[in-house]
């Protein structure tokens, strides 16, 4: 793992080989929490892929959107994306990631497909400010979303997944859903730390194997 800055002050994690198709990362909605989804990027990263897995602040005047959109441009210019991206979010790094994927034209970038783990689907997105359903009608690039959301979440309801899956069928964007035994921190590879409030990596078994689950997921989606 090398870190880097991927604009002034802000840090990224890069994992496995440039060359090697590229899947960026967001996590949620935790400012600067890259190390929470690092388990996950160094499981997709085994698999012969390229990881970008940037920090970035929701709590910006902006919500996070430039932070966002500049690792998204820094994750196009450091690895291989001539044959698309593959975007990975978590929590509100879905929501962000399913607003970017409504609105790639606009931001001048292919994506592979969209992997979405236990999206807030149903706030603002971070890019677009607005909610992601309410451009699904009207985008020319309709990319592939795969939506994994955890049985046992707690924090985002599975019911946004399984709206939001629903919402894309009906506009005409290939979608799968699928639902795992998981929980909201373990489907990205954390854990919930109640005495600092905030996520970081897991170091459980149970939680590592589900990692393991999701990279392998992604990883037949990226190659």
Do not use: K
């Not at 966002?68 to 990631?97: E, I, N």
């Not at 290939?174 to 730390?193: C, K, N, Q, T």
């Amino acid at each position: 793992m090398d870190t880097v800055e991927y604009a002034a002050g802000r840090l990224a994690d890069l994992f496995g080989d440039p060359a090697h198709p590229t899947v960026l990362i967001w996590h949620g909605m935790q400012s600067n929490a890259r190390a929470s989804v690092r388990p996950l990027a160094e499981r997709v990263a085994a698999h012969g892929l390229a990881v970008v897995a940037p920090d970035w602040d929701s709590q910006a005047d902006d919500g996070g959107r430039s932070d966002l959109l500049q690792s998204l441009r820094f994750a196009q210019q450091t690895g291989d994306s001539s044959d698309g991206l593959t975007l990975v979010g978590w929590s509100m790094g879905g929501l962000a990631a399913a607003g970017l994927t409504a609105h790639a034209a606009r931001h001048d970038v292919l994506l592979r497909r969209t992997v979405c783990l236990a999206g807030a689907f149903t706030a603002p997105d971070p890019i677009s400010g607005r909610e992601p359903t309410s451009a699904l009608a009207g985008s020319a690039q309709r990319s592939p979303f795969v939506l994994l959301h955890g049985i046992r979440d707690d924090v985002v309801p599975i019911s946004a997944s399984r709206r939001f899956a629903a919402d894309l069928e009906e506009h005409g964007w290939p979608v799968e859903l699928v639902e795992l035994d998981a929980d909201h921190a373990s489907i990205a590879g954390a854990r919930y730390d109640r005495a600092a409030g905030r996520y970081d990596a897991a170091d459980d078994g149970e939680s590592l194997a589900m990692a393991s689950d999701v990279a392998s997921r992604i990883a037949a989606e990226s190659g």
